[in-house]
């Protein structure tokens, strides 16, 4: 369940707040294809997994920017924002992919909010780190710094 939060005053009061962690989501073959059709990025590590088996990974991989997408639906999990008129995302002041997410792996999302700030138009600028964590992995498969808009 999310945490739920109303209005500005709720958001500001997250400031350092850690969100905890989204429920384990599986990459399948089909979703990498998917997002490989959709972007025209068709590279043989993320659709040929025979050619992959033999490759730097052992198996086919995700895309980085299909594992930073999922970051949207994952922080779903984590954070209900009620009582704004609109939120935006406002951009990424960092994004790195220290592990590769092998087709079949786990991954979920770990949320914490950093800093909520007033912005010009009554609204709130929100700066998260997020790191997307694979199941029985080592290290993260994302690491980002994402920064949101909300507005009253």
């Not at 500005?8 to 400031?15: S, W």
């Not at 198996?59 to 939120?87: C, K, R, V, W």
């Not at 092998?102 to 007033?118: C, F, M, P, Y």
Request: hydrophobic content about 40%; overall charge negative.
């Amino acid at each position: 369940m999310p945490r739920t939060v109303d209005g500005l005053d709720e958001l500001t009061e997250l400031a350092g707040t850690d969100l905890g962690y989204s429920a384990w989501r599986e990459i399948t073959q089909e979703r990498v294809n998917t997002f490989a059709d959709a972007t025209d990025d068709h590279q043989w590590i993320h659709l040929d997994p025979e050619r992959a088996a033999s490759g730097p990974f052992g198996g086919t991989i995700a895309h980085g920017y299909l594992t930073l997408s999922l970051l949207i639906p994952m922080f779903n999990e984590l954070l209900d924002i009620q009582g704004i008129s609109m939120s935006v995302n406002y951009g990424l002041n960092k994004v790195r992919f220290p592990s590769p997410v092998l087709v079949g792996s786990k991954i979920r999302l770990h949320g914490k909010v950093d800093t909520v700030e007033a912005v010009k138009g009554n609204g709130v600028q929100m700066a998260f780190t997020f790191t997307i964590g694979i199941d029985g992995g080592d290290k993260p498969a994302c690491v980002a710094e994402a920064v949101y808009r909300h507005y009253a």
